[in-house]
Each structure stands twice: as C-alpha cells, then as structure tokens.
C-alpha cells in the first residue's frame, strides 16, 4: 500500500529553512516523506540508501545531521532517524495515536535513549488525548499507566540537563576550526571523518551514560575512543629520499644519458 505524506506550504517560510543550502533543503523533505517514515517520526534507513534516493554524497549528508542535530529538529543515530518535533506538527486521529506509541514501545532500548525526552514528551500529549478522542477505534494493548512508567524509566537514565551541557561540548569541539585542522594534521585523517566520528562520539557516549562536562575530557576520551573506532586507513605522507638513494638515481640518470650518446 502507497504512504502519504503531506508538507505544510509554510515551511517555504521558516526562517531556519530558508537559510539551509540545496542539499540540506533536499535531505530534509526526504526525511519528511521517504517511504521509511512512520507515525512516531523515528526510522531505520541506512546513510547509504539516504545518498543513493536523494543523490546527496555521504559527506555531506554527515554535515547535515550535523546542523540538523544543531538546531534540534532530527539526528541520526545507530542507523536510525530520529525526527524530533515530527509527532507536535502531526494532526493525528486515535488509531495514529496508537500507532505512534505501538511504534516507540517497539524500539531498541539504546534508540529509546536517544530519542530523549522530546519525542517522550510529545508521546505523553498523545497518551493524554486517546481517551477523549476515540470511541469506537481499537484501546492500545498496554494500559497508559504501564505505557507511562516504561517511556519514564526509558528516559530518566540520564537527565536532560546532562545532555544539554555533553551535546554542547562536543558542539564546541565540531565548530572549532583550529581544533579540527590541528587534530587532522596530527592524526592524518580526512576533516569529513573526523566531524562523522565526533557526531558518532557523542551519540555512543550519551547511550553508555558516559557524559561530559568539561571540554578537556572530552578531547582526551574523543581520541581514546578514536584509537578503537577508527575505520579508514591514515593519509600517508610521500617518503622523502634519503641522500643516498638521490646519489644513486642521479648515478643511474647519467649512465643512461652516456649509453644513449654511445648509440
């Protein structure tokens, strides 16, 4: 069966889309209305499936979770999409509502996390407005009590304040030019990668709970944690001739040179 997805004409005027370049603008409609979409906002789709539907290198698809993530409108997670604010600009009846739910509880805990308390919040409004909405559509399978207290211990592993300050600093980290040239030139690796692998960093640690607060620390634990998650191969630089071998190559050339002139 065919999925429908509608856009709101307004967004042609927000602010903050008017300001993303083509690519972002393109990537993020994708989002919107790729046929992976569901109720809740949050799904599985590889990057590599996202660049080949849209034509959008992998580069700069990174960046743009990067900015997106900024801004707080969706982040990308575990091969997961988590549109943040997707379920408030919804009109949904009582079966969607459902839905949606039936959705998160179905999750991957370390998914449920990442979400945070956004998506729980917006799920809680849905809860709130089942019961006054819907006579006649089909009860959700849990009871709200125990739907409540699941997506309340789900997302009070960590307090959003934690989060605030740990997504910040590594913020900092991504946004800081002389940092990134600096540890790209020291550890050989492509500035793509390296903005990838901290956007990475950050989501691993915020699921292990491992935190941070203070700028230095996260710059030590980042290139610990490098050291072990590093997938590519690093840029090598050209091996300068010793005197030696420059003595023989110049040797070389002019016996070639004598043995030419005596032909």
Known sequence: ????????????????????????????????????????????????????????????????????????????????????????????????????????????????????????????????????????????????????????????IESEDEIEIHNKIIQELIDNKIYLETFCMNEKIEMELLVSKLVDFKNKTILKGELKSDLNDAKSHFMNWLKYNRDDKPIQKPKSESKAEQYLKELLQENEKQEENNY
């Open 1 to 156: 069966m065919d999925l429908r997805r509608s856009i709101n004409t307004k967004i042609w005027y927000d602010p903050w889309f008017e300001n993303l370049s083509i690519n972002e603008k393109i990537l993020w409609i994708y989002l919107l209305t790729n046929s992976y979409t569901n109720m809740l906002g949050v799904y599985e789709v590889s990057l590599k499936k996202i660049s080949f539907e849209t034509g959008i290198d992998l580069p700069d698809i990174n960046k743009a979770f990067v900015n997106f993530e900024k801004s707080k409108k969706a982040k990308y997670t575990d091969n997961y999409v988590i549109i943040l604010n997707w379920i408030k600009n919804q009109s949904f009846n009582s079966n969607m509502k459902t839905s949606a739910i039936n959705v998160y509880n179905n999750l991957p805990t370390n998914i449920k996390i990442a979400c945070g308390q956004v998506v729980s919040f917006h799920l809680g409004e849905l809860k709130e407005t089942i019961s006054k909405d819907s006579k006649g559509f089909q009860r959700i399978p849990k009871k709200e009590k125990e739907i409540e207290k699941e997506i309340k211990i789900e997302t009070e």
